[in-house]
């Protein structure tokens, strides 16, 4: 007997899946894709720092309190002082002044920012300026300021200044200046002595000719710088300067007998200090010179030996001449020894 056919289970029935190729298993592989970017997370623009803020600590200082260049000018006592204007700089305006130590000259005073007044004290002052701003700062400076007395004028020839004809430059001091500041104005009226100018208080030149009738008179006007004034009037009486007059002393050799010239002498303050014979002119030992009356009497002794020489014989008067103090008037003679 045939066995029978078997049956086939469904369960050995090829299936499809198996038949038929996956469609992803049978597709053509496909062209290598770039990975899908991811997007970036825009980054945060970095945020400006703040300006930085001055903190009230660095506020600039203002420039240091200075004060100005002051002229204190010499002044006069009874002249009006000119105003002296106080300036300053730097610190906190606006400014007060003061005057910290020393004093002013007595008429002066410190009113807001200036220094005026009339002084009425001379002499040298020391002071120290103080200025203080509003925020209390100070700064000081030593000042100075001289005061001259009043001008003066006293003078020397008032009455009458008898001077010798020939003298030159001591005799002409007609006044004496006192105070005042300089530089000081001179005007003349009247009559100068001939041969004089006018040099400030003082006559310039030499006095050349003799007031014979009257004294030579005039008066002087000076004002200084400031304006102060002064007056004075002088009076010149010019006498004749001295004279001597030469001669001759003459002798026989051997006759025991000298000799005796005989020199007048005239002019000058009317009575001569000395005669001497110069020492360039040698003489005769024991030869001398002697006053008598109006006279130089010029002696030399008997010789024994023939002299002939000239002697030069110089006259002393007791009036100045100048040109410088002490100097006096003088006169010259020649006497001619003759010994034969």
Same mark, same amino acid.
């Given at each position: 007997m045939a066995s029978p056919v078997a049956e086939v289970s469904p369960s050995t029935t090829a299936s499809p899946s198996t038949a038929v190729e996956s469609p992803v298993a049978s597709a053509p592989s496909a062209a290598p894709t770039a990975p899908a970017q991811q997007p970036q997370s825009p980054r945060p623009s970095p945020t400006p720092s703040p300006s930085p803020r001055p903190s009230p600590s660095t506020r600039p200082s203002p420039p240091p309190l200075v004060i100005g260049s002051l002229t204190f000018p010499t002044g006069e006592v009874g002249i009006g002082y000119p105003a002296v204007p106080l300036t300053a700089s730097g610190g906190?305006?606006?400014?007060?002044?003061s005057i910290s130590s020393g004093v002013l000259p007595g008429g #002066?005073? =410190?009113?807001?920012?200036s220094i005026s007044g009339t002084p009425k004290t001379p002499g040298p002052f020391q002071f120290t300026v103080n200025a203080a701003d509003s925020a209390g700062v100070t700064a000081g400076a030593?000042?100075?300021?001289?005061?001259?007395?009043? #001008?003066? =004028?006293a003078g020397n020839c008032t009455n009458v200044c008898s001077v010798e004809q020939g003298c030159v430059t001591v005799c002409g001091a007609y006044a004496t200046l006192g105070g005042g500041v300089a530089p000081f104005q001179y005007q003349a009226t009247g009559t100068l002595p001939p041969g004089t100018t006018l040099n400030g208080p003082s006559l310039a030149g030499t006095f050349t000719t003799v007031s014979a009738a009257a004294p030579f008179s005039f008066a002087i006007a000076v004002t200084d710088a400031l304006g102060a004034t002064g007056a004075v009037k002088a009076n010149y009486s010019v006498f004749a300067q001295i004279t001597l007059q030469g001669g001759t002393c003459s002798t026989k050799v051997g006759s025991g007998f000298g000799c005796t010239a005989r020199l007048p002498y005239a002019g000058g303050?009317?009575?001569?200090?000395t005669v001497t014979i110069s020492s360039q002119t040698p003489v005769p030992k024991g030869t001398t010179?002697?006053?008598?009356g109006g006279l130089v009497l010029f002696s030399v002794p008997a010789q024994t030996v023939a002299v002939s020489v000239k002697a030069l014989v110089i006259l002393t008067d007791s009036a100045v001449c100048g040109p410088n103090a002490g100097q006096p008037c003088t006169a010259t003679a020649t006497v001619i020894i003759s010994i034969n």
């Amino acid at each position: 007997m045939a066995s029978p056919v078997a049956e086939v289970s469904p369960s050995t029935t090829a299936s499809p899946s198996t038949a038929v190729e996956s469609p992803v298993a049978s597709a053509p592989s496909a062209a290598p894709t770039a990975p899908a970017q991811q997007p970036q997370s825009p980054r945060p623009s970095p945020t400006p720092s703040p300006s930085p803020r001055p903190s009230p600590s660095t506020r600039p200082s203002p420039p240091p309190l200075v004060i100005g260049s002051l002229t204190f000018p010499t002044g006069e006592v009874g002249i009006g002082y000119p105003a002296v204007p106080l300036t300053a700089s730097g610190g906190t305006p606006p400014y007060s002044w003061s005057i910290s130590s020393g004093v002013l000259p007595g008429g #002066l005073a =410190l009113s807001t920012s200036s220094i005026s007044g009339t002084p009425k004290t001379p002499g040298p002052f020391q002071f120290t300026v103080n200025a203080a701003d509003s925020a209390g700062v100070t700064a000081g400076a030593a000042q100075s300021v001289t005061v001259a007395p009043y #001008l003066t =004028l006293a003078g020397n020839c008032t009455n009458v200044c008898s001077v010798e004809q020939g003298c030159v430059t001591v005799c002409g001091a007609y006044a004496t200046l006192g105070g005042g500041v300089a530089p000081f104005q001179y005007q003349a009226t009247g009559t100068l002595p001939p041969g004089t100018t006018l040099n400030g208080p003082s006559l310039a030149g030499t006095f050349t000719t003799v007031s014979a009738a009257a004294p030579f008179s005039f008066a002087i006007a000076v004002t200084d710088a400031l304006g102060a004034t002064g007056a004075v009037k002088a009076n010149y009486s010019v006498f004749a300067q001295i004279t001597l007059q030469g001669g001759t002393c003459s002798t026989k050799v051997g006759s025991g007998f000298g000799c005796t010239a005989r020199l007048p002498y005239a002019g000058g303050a009317g009575k001569p200090a000395t005669v001497t014979i110069s020492s360039q002119t040698p003489v005769p030992k024991g030869t001398t010179v002697t006053f008598q009356g109006g006279l130089v009497l010029f002696s030399v002794p008997a010789q024994t030996v023939a002299v002939s020489v000239k002697a030069l014989v110089i006259l002393t008067d007791s009036a100045v001449c100048g040109p410088n103090a002490g100097q006096p008037c003088t006169a010259t003679a020649t006497v001619i020894i003759s010994i034969n």
